[in-house]
Structures are given as structure tokens and as C-alpha cells.
């Protein structure tokens, strides 16, 4: 049996949608005109999701806070002693994202044909990750799913929050770049032209910052679209080198080593890798598969690398916190709080500890970096609008002291 999204034309001429159980698209069809519908499509979820991910598409997606709800839903559902499968249908059928709940109606058709609860989820890699599916399979092995599912919900809405604490602080400077530079471009390519022809007619040499101003708002005004079509395409072009292992490699290698921007990447990706580190762990996941996973999750391709080395090393016999020290990656207070878990045996909450260290650490750096930015761009835009307004009056100056 399996889940098949339906669209089809109800009696009162409507056209409706939902998800039905059935053997296949025949069956699942034979109902609807029982009904005395008329089916317009049948499609079975599992591969209606596939031809999504393959297709560009506007409609609404799974976000963090659609799975963190479903997630708590699941939670409080299945502790109050309800079957995992009447569980996903009742969550099914309360969530809004109609997305979301055909494949939990999915899920819960491979769970009545007799799989596990993590083997259905993995149907759905694009919404449920390996952390979040190995989780839920070690809950299941230790019978401790519902505390599994609350730890998830927490993981989920915790990740985004520092995901939205870094776009925040990287979307203001951006408006005001935005804006900074639509003023100058216009100022340049509409303003001074019109000053141009008056400045010409006076025969006077005109000073160096006006001479200057003028040759650059005649590049914007002949070439302003070549230089923003080839700056396009430098940023194209750039992405998709990036999209390659080595170039992208390299790249994040200079971060950990630029100044500042160093302790930002490593900040950021250091508290994701304890706080998965700490869920997996306290779920019940062994330590080496644990580590695997938690070092998917990190964006910097050279810290991951560490953690595969160390995980390696682990195997061997070697302290995680020591493994991880080796790499110079990890900030010093978190290599001290893993290895007091290892030595304490609290090793999940030293995890959360550092997990927490390292989020308090980044918003703080954030917010001191935007005091810094914030005064410097708006320093930068006075002193070019101030170059401007002076080549502009400059001239005009010059011509009243003549004909004065």
C-alpha cells in the first residue's frame, strides 16, 4: 500500500486535493469516481517529491519551522502513548503545509507495510536529513522516540536561529550598499552630465576632481550597462567555480585564514558540529558514526576534512577531544569542554555547553562587527557623495570669482 496525491473535480463541480491510500494509481482512482469525483491527476507521492527536486519550482517548500512543529507534534503525540502511524496521520492532517503532509502520509504507508519509522523517512532525504533520520532510528532501537523527537524539534529550531542570526547581520550592510551606490550611480550619471555642457562653455581649465568626476560619469554613461552585464557574469562565472570541490576547497581555506572572518566561519561552524555532536550522541548513536555525521553538516570543507581525520584517529584509540585539538581548527574552549565530557563521562552536555559557548561568542563578534561596518559604510558614502557635490561646485565657484 502507498500514499497518492489527488487532484480531481468533486460533485459540486470543484476541484479538490489530498492524499489517499491504495495499491496503486488504479485503485486509488476507482475511489475518487465512487465517490463520484472526477480524477484530474494520481500521482504517488514518493515520486511526485523526486520530480519536484528535479523541477524548478515557486510553490510553497518545507522550512525549519514547518519541521520543527511536525517534529514537537510527533513528540507530544507518540509520549501520550499513540501508534507511530496513527501519530503521522493525525499530524498529517493537522499540518497547513499540504506539502509537508502528503509526505508524512507517505511515511506512514511504509510504516504499515511493516518498515521502520527512519527506513520510511528515508524516502525523503531532501526534507529529512541523515542526522535527523539516524536519530530517529536510534530512538527507535532504545524506545525513547518521543524524547528523540523533542531533542529534534529543539536541534531544528536552535540551527535556524543562528542561520537567521548570520543573515540578519549580513542583510543591512547590504541594503546600504544597495542604496549607497543606486545615489552615487545616479548622481554620476544623471547630475553631473547635465553640469557637463555649462562647465565646457566657460573655456576655464577645470580642477583635477572635477576632470576626474566627469571621465568617470562618461564610462557609467557609455559603458555603465557592459560593466554591470560583466560584472554578472563574473559573479556566475565565480559560483560555478565554487560549485567545484578544489576551488571551493581553497576558498574556504582562505577564510580560516582571513583576519576576523576566520572567527566567524570557524565560530559558526564549531557550534554546529557540538550541537549535532550532542544530539546524536545523547540519542544513542555510537561515536564514530556520530562524528560522520555531525561533520556533514559543517559548511567549511577544511574543518570537515579535520573531523574525518580525527574520527579516524578516534578508531584508533585516540581522545575526540584530542583528535579534533590536532587540527587547529576548533577554538581552544570547546576542545576543553569535550575533553572534560570525556573525562566526566557528561559528554552530550559538555557538547551542549560548547554548542552554547560558541553561539553567545558569534552574536556578540556579530554585533561588534556591525557596530564597526555600520559607521565605516556610511563614513565611505559621505566621503564619495562630498567628492562629488565638491568637483561639482568647485567649477561653479571658480566662474562666480570671475565674473565677480
Known amino acids: 500500500m502507498g500514499a497518492f496525491a489527488y487532484n480531481a473535480i468533486d460533485e459540486k463541480g470543484k476541484e479538490t486535493k489530498g492524499v489517499l491510500e491504495g495499491d496503486n494509481a488504479r485503485q486509488v482512482r476507482q475511489v475518487l469516481r465512487d465517490k463520484g469525483w472526477m480524477p484530474l491527476s494520481v500521482e504517488a507521492v514518493k515520486e511526485r517529491e523526486e520530480r519536484k527536486q528535479r523541477s524548478f519550482s515557486f510553490a510553497r517548500g518545507v522550512?525549519?519551522?514547518?519541521?520543527?512543529?511536525?517534529?514537537?507534534?510527533?513528540?507530544?503525540?507518540?509520549?501520550?502513548g499513540l501508534p507511530v502511524e496513527e501519530a503521522l496521520q493525525t499530524v498529517s492532517r493537522q499540518s497547513e503545509n499540504a506539502r509537508i503532509g502528503n509526505m508524512l502520509m507517505g511515511v506512514r504507508s511504509k510504516v504499515l507495510e511493516g518498515h521502520t519509522l527512519a527506513k520510511a523517512l528515508n524516502d525523503y532525504p531532501h526534507?529529512?536529513?541523515?542526522?535527523?533520520?539516524?536519530?530517529?532510528?536510534?530512538?527507535e532501537q532504545s524506545g525513547r522516540l518521543s524524547v528523540v523527537f523533542e531533542r529534534l524539534a529543539d536541534y531544528v529550531e536552535g540551527r535556524q536561529k543562528l542561520k537567521d542570526k548570520?543573515?540578519?547581520?549580513?542583510?543591512?550592510?547590504?541594503l546600504i550598499s544597495l542604496v549607497a551606490f543606486g545615489v552615487i550611480y545616479l548622481l554620476i550619471a544623471v547630475v553631473v552630465p547635465k553640469m557637463v555642457d555649462m562647465f565646457k562653455n566657460t573655456g576655464t581649465e577645470l580642477p583635477l576632481n572635477t576632470r576626474i568626476l566627469i571621465a568617470g560619469s562618461d564610462f557609467l554613461s557609455n559603458y555603465g550597462v557592459f560593466l554591470i552585464i560583466a560584472l554578472l557574469g563574473l559573479a556566475l562565472a565565480t559560483s560555478m567555480i565554487l560549485k567545484k570541490e578544489g576551488p571551493r576547497y581553497r576558498f574556504h581555506l582562505f577564510l580560516l585564514r582571513a583576519p576576523l572572518?576566520?572567527?566567524?566561519?570557524?565560530?559558526?561552524?564549531?557550534?554546529?558540529?557540538a550541537r549535532t555532536l550532542a544530539i546524536l550522541a545523547a540519542s544513542g548513536v555510537p561515536i564514530l558514526e556520530a562524528m560522520r555525521i555531525a561533520g556533514q553538516v559543517l559548511v567549511s570543507l577544511p574543518m570537515r576534512e579535520s573531523v574525518y581525520n580525527a574520527s579516524k584517529k578516534v578508531r584508533e584509540g585516540t581522545n575526540i577531544s584530542v583528535a579534533l585539538m590536532a587540527s587547529g581548527y576548533f577554538p581552544p574552549m570547546t576542545?576543553?569542554?569535550?575533553?572534560?565530557?570525556?573525562?566526566?563521562?557528561?559528554?552530550?552536555?559538555?557538547?551542549?555547553?560548547?554548542?552554547?559557548?560558541?553561539?553567545r561568542e558569534m552574536e556578540s563578534l556579530l554585533s561588534k562587527l556591525m557596530r564597526m561596518i555600520e559607521p565605516l559604510m556610511l563614513i565611505g558614502m559621505g566621503l564619495i557623495v562630498l567628492f562629488i557635490v565638491m568637483s561639482i561646485m568647485m567649477p561653479i565657484l571658480d566662474m562666480n570669482s570671475a565674473i565677480g
Open 127 to 139: 526534507i529529512f536529513s541523515e542526522l535527523y533520520r539516524s536519530t530517529v532510528e536510534a530512538g
Open 166 to 174: 548570520m543573515t540578519e547581520a549580513l542583510i543591512y550592510p547590504a
Open 335 to 359: 576542545v576543553h569542554l569535550i575533553a572534560s565530557g570525556e573525562s566526566s563521562g557528561k559528554l552530550e552536555e559538555m557538547l551542549d555547553r560548547a554548542a552554547d559557548a560558541q553561539e
Open 261 to 273: 572572518i576566520a572567527r566567524v566561519v570557524r565560530g559558526y561552524n564549531t557550534a554546529r558540529f
Open 63 to 80: 522550512g525549519a519551522a514547518d519541521l520543527s512543529l511536525v517534529t514537537r507534534q510527533l513528540a507530544t503525540l507518540i509520549r501520550s
